[in-house]
C-alpha cells in the first residue's frame, strides 16, 4: 500500500491545534409580542416617567400629564375628532399622494431623456432651493385660504425628494439591464414596469418616505397661516389664547399622526419591494 507523505510545517502545526471556530448563524428576525416588546418600552417608559415628574404640576407651561390626557380626551375624541383631526388627515393624505405620483412621473420621464434632464437640471436646483415657507404667500394670492392652498403647498414643497431620488434610480440602471430590454424587444411601457421601476423602487421609496415627513409638518405650517380649521390651526389658536394643556395635547395628536403614517409607510415599502426579501435570501446577503 503506498502512501503520501505531506509535509509537515510549522503553520501546519498551528493550524491544526487551533480551535474551530463556530460558524455565526443570523439571528432569528423579532416577530410577535417581542417585536413589540422591543419597540414600546421606550415610549411606554418615557411616558411613565413624564407621568410621575408633573403629577402634581401647577406649572402654567408645563401642566400635568392626566391634565394633558383629560384634555386630549375631551378635544380629539368628541367634536375636535371630525372639526379638526379629519381635515388635517385628509388634506395631508392628499397633498402627500399628489406629490408622489407627481415625482414618480416625472421623475421617470426626465431620468429617461438625458436632454430633457439637462435642460431642466437648473430650474429643478432653484424650485427645490426655496423654502417651502416661503411659498405661503404666493399659495395664498393664488389659491386662497382653504384646503386647495393647503394642499398645493405639500405638492410643491414636498415634491422634491421623490423627484430627485426617481431621477438618479432611473439614471443608475445598468446599461447591460438596457440593452437586454431592448434586445427582447420590449414595449417602452414593459421596460418601466418590468426593468427601470424594479431597479429604482429602493431609492423611490427613500424619497417618499422624505415627502411623507416634510407632507405632515407643511400641513401644519399652512394651517396655521391659512386654515380655519385642522391640527396647525387648533394648535396656533390655542398657543395665542394661552390654552397651555390644548398645545399639549395637539401636540401630541401631531407625534400620533406622524409616527402611524410611518408605520403604515414601512409597511406598504416592505409590501411592495418584498422581492428584495428573496433575492437577500438567494445571494445569502444579510438583511
Not at 422591543?38 to 410621575?52: D, E, G, Q
Not at 407627481?102 to 426655496?130: C, D, K, N, W, Y
Amino acid at each position: 500500500m503506498t502512501t503520501i507523505d505531506t509535509p509537515v510545517t510549522a503553520r501546519s502545526v498551528h493550524a491544526a491545534s487551533r480551535p474551530r471556530r463556530k460558524k455565526r448563524t443570523a439571528s432569528p428576525p423579532l416577530t410577535g409580542w417581542r417585536l413589540l416588546l422591543v419597540r414600546s418600552w421606550l415610549p411606554v417608559l418615557l411616558l411613565v416617567i413624564w407621568a410621575t415628574a408633573s403629577a402634581g404640576s401647577t406649572s402654567l407651561y408645563f401642566p400635568s400629564m392626566a391634565t394633558i390626557l383629560q384634555t386630549l380626551q375631551q378635544d380629539w375624541l368628541g367634536p375636535g375628532f371630525v372639526e379638526h383631526l379629519v381635515p388635517s388627515v385628509l388634506k395631508f393624505l392628499a397633498g402627500f399622494l399628489l406629490a408622489g405620483v407627481l415625482g414618480i412621473g416625472l421623475g421617470l420621464v426626465i431620468g429617461m431623456f438625458p436632454l430633457l434632464r439637462a435642460a431642466t437640471e437648473p430650474v429643478i436646483q432653484f424650485l427645490r432651493s426655496l423654502p417651502p415657507p416661503v411659498l405661503l404667500p404666493i399659495g395664498l394670492l393664488v389659491f386662497g385660504i382653504g384646503p386647495s392652498m393647503n394642499i398645493a403647498i405639500i405638492v410643491v414643497g414636498a415634491i422634491w425628494p421623490t423627484l430627485l431620488n426617481t431621477i438618479d434610480g432611473v439614471r443608475s440602471l445598468d446599461p447591460h439591464l438596457g440593452e437586454m430590454s431592448r434586445s427582447y424587444k420590449l414595449t417602452p411601457g414593459q421596460r418601466v414596469r418590468f426593468v427601470i421601476l424594479p431597479n429604482a423602487g429602493p431609492q423611490i421609496f427613500a424619497g417618499l418616505r422624505t415627502t411623507l415627513q416634510m407632507s405632515i409638518i407643511l400641513i401644519v405650517v399652512s394651517e396655521m397661516v391659512a386654515s380655519t380649521n385642522g391640527i396647525g390651526y387648533y394648535v396656533l389658536n390655542s398657543q395665542q389664547t394661552f390654552a397651555v394643556a390644548e398645545t399639549w395635547a395637539g401636540t401630541l395628536i401631531l407625534g400620533l399622526l406622524g409616527y402611524l403614517a410611518n408605520v403604515l409607510f414601512i409597511r406598504l415599502e416592505r409590501y411592495v419591494l418584498r422581492w428584495q426579501s428573496g433575492l437577500r435570501a438567494s445571494t445569502g446577503s444579510a438583511s
